[in-house]
């Protein structure tokens, strides 16, 4: 898949590239694009090989841009690309990640002081010179401060949906090496964690030297940073990851290990010493006869090492999902036989938060609605914006347009395959208003309310109001957080599940791989205040409903059972629970 990011990223950039030159129209189409390829279940190459005609029929890719694709895929650049990009010499990713700083003003920043990098940035706000400019101000030169710390902090992460494909790629790679008898991820990308600092991978192996030598020969295009005998790092299409090979019969010691995390891993190491055990990268040892427990790695009896299983099983543990190893509560509860069932992708049904191009989305009601049914789906609410807080540039509906496109919603159920629920993502105002007509609101089948503007601060008294609104089912994305860009509202997560439980409104599990909101931990809050989440990618485009695995990893992070998941109900048992 890896090629697909990478067409991604080129068309992204050309976006940004375009927007920053205030060019209308094309970074939108552009952005629509990247969307398309990213979510791809076939290789884009394979398609370009087709030729260009192939590419332009795939959804949001017209003429112009499937050259592109072509050109990248034939020659590995884009002549236009390496054009703007030579005009505007900037590093538009860690300047856009500063929060309220998009390419357009990157492309201002440039044009008049010359601003490239995050450093020469930070100068400009010091000595004063953006609130001189055309546009801006003291306000907006301030806050550009403020976030040059959190971006610089934030920009040495990868998003766990640019990680795993690669992590997924590594491992397609290993299985195929005869010397690597296991493989699996370890490490933070394992857990699923919503960004990754590296890909660690762990190979069971009694011939280290020949899984490193195959590890590094296949990355040659690539940058091999470190090899040794057993261990190798190389950077991956810009993702860090570090393999690590181990003796067969510690894989499972050291598979526990080096997933972490490293307070879940304190936590289970304290339960072992308590057994007279000694846990550590190499194994489990009984060490009750022994006279000194520290006189070397492998002293005493292994009671196991070989499987991980049998590693938690030697201390009367069940095996702990590692999308739990974060020690909130997991240890006790896998020594009581007491872990939560978690949810699977399996057992969702339907995707409740969509996008067409009515709104901003890339594709028609009946190509989103044959992409939810081409991932399975029994149902899609179709939920395009409402006008309101936040939405700029004429992206949301306003009553009267949501009233023209409700019975074409109607049309589409009586035509598709799948069930198709009529809805709307209305904002929630500072004030906790929902921006659109409560006789509206009550003739549609799903509400989807949001906040989209004033996304700093404490939201948990707009959130709350906007749950107690007798037609909102659904508060989406509801800290307005994305990752590496802002940490989005404070919210008194227990407060807001109580009031939302109290009125059958679900919290949202926004599985855009740039929100991941709620986040793990809130929804194991949530879920333990009896709040019911549900699971939506707020697909833009009809390969986006795939993105759902990144939701479902973050809702068993959060502890979610099925019976918790709103839309692990069937579409029947769905429209009785939205009335
Ligand atoms: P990352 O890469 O920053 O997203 O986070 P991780 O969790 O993947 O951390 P990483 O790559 O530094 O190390 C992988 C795992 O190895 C980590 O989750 C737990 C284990 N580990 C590494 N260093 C230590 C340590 O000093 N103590 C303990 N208990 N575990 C460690
Ligand atoms: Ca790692
Ligand atoms: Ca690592
Ligand atoms: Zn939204």
Not at 146 to 155: L, N, Q, T, V
Not at 437 to 445: E, G, S
Not at 557 to 562: K, S
Request: hydrophobic fraction near 40%.
């Amino acid at each position: 898949m890896s090629r697909n990011d990478e067409v991604a990223n080129r068309l992204e950039t050309f976006a940004d590239l375009l927007e920053a030159q205030d060019v209308a129209y094309k970074p939108r189409a552009y952005r629509n694009a990247a969307e398309t390829v990213r979510g791809l279940s076939v290789a884009i190459e394979g398609l370009a090989a087709e030729g260009r005609d192939r590419v332009g029929e795939l959804d949001a890719v017209g003429d112009a841009i499937s050259a592109k694709i072509v050109e990248y895929v034939e020659t590995g650049e884009i002549e236009e690309l390496e054009r703007l990009r030579a005009e505007l010499p900037v590093e538009m990713d860690a300047l856009t990640s500063v929060e309220g700083v998009g390419p357009k003003t990157v492309g201002t920043l440039y044009e008049e002081l010359g601003v490239e990098t995050l450093d020469d940035l930070e100068a400009a706000a010091e000595a004063g010179e953006i609130r001189e400019l055309y546009g801006f101000g003291p306000k907006t030169e301030q806050n550009i401060l403020d976030g040059i710390e959190f971006a610089r902090e934030a920009h040495k992460r990868q998003l766990l949906a640019r990680a795993l494909p690669r992590g997924d790629r590594v491992l397609d790679f290993l299985s195929g090496v005869a010397a690597a008898e296991r493989v699996e991820l370890a490490g933070s990308i394992r857990r699923r964690n919503p960004t990754v600092g590296d890909v660690d991978v762990l190979v069971g192996s009694t011939d280290g030297e020949a899984v490193v030598d195959a590890f590094t020969d296949w990355a040659a295009p690539d940058r091999v940073l470190e090899a040794g005998t057993a261990k190798a790092s190389l950077r991956l299409d810009g993702v860090r990851v570090d393999l690590r090979v181990v003796d067969p019969a510690e894989f499972g010691a050291a598979l526990q290990y080096f997933t972490g995390s490293k307070s879940h891993n304190v936590a289970v190491r304290n339960r072992a010493l308590d057994r007279d055990l000694k846990l550590n990268e190499y194994g489990v040892f009984d060490v009750s006869t022994v006279a000194d427990p520290d006189a070397g790695q492998r002293v005493g009896e292994r009671v196991a090492g070989r499987d991980e299983t049998g590693v938690y099983g030697a201390l009367d543990m069940d095996p702990v999902p590692p999308e739990l190893r974060e020690d909130r509560g997991e240890v006790p509860a896998a020594a009581a036989g007491d872990l939560p069932t978690l949810v699977t992708r399996e057992a969702v049904c339907g995707d409740l938060h969509s996008h067409t191009s009515w709104s901003d989305g890339a594709a028609s009601i009946a190509e989103m609605v044959e992409g939810a049914a081409a991932v399975g789906h029994e149902y899609v609410a179709v939920t395009d914006h409402a006008t309101g807080p936040g939405m700029v540039g004429g992206v949301g509906l306003d009553d009267d347009r949501l009233r023209e496109q409700l019975p074409l919603l109607r049309e589409a159920d009586d035509e598709a395959s799948i069930d198709v629920l009529a809805g709307v993502e209305a904002n929630i105002g500072t004030d906790g208003t929902v921006s659109v007509a409560d006789n509206l609101l009550a003739a549609l089948d799903v509400v989807v309310a949001s906040p989209h503007a004033a996304l700093d601060g404490d939201g948990t008294d707009r959130l709350v109001a906007a749950a107690e609104h007798p037609a909102v089912d659904i508060i989406g994305h509801p800290t307005g957080r994305q990752l590496n860009r802002r940490p989005g509202l404070t919210v008194d997560v227990e407060r807001l599940a109580t009031v939302a439980a109290e009125h059958d409104t679900a919290l949202e599990i926004n599985a855009s791989p740039r929100r991941l909101d709620l986040r793990g931990s809130a929804v194991q809050t949530a879920v333990e205040a009896g709040a019911t989440v549900v699971v939506n990618t707020d697909a833009h485009a009809p390969a986006s409903y795939e993105q759902i695995r990144y939701g479902i990893a973050t809702a068993r992070r959060g502890w979610a059972e099925p019976g918790d998941v709103l839309n692990t109900r069937s579409a029947d048992e769905l429209l009785a629970v939205l009335g």
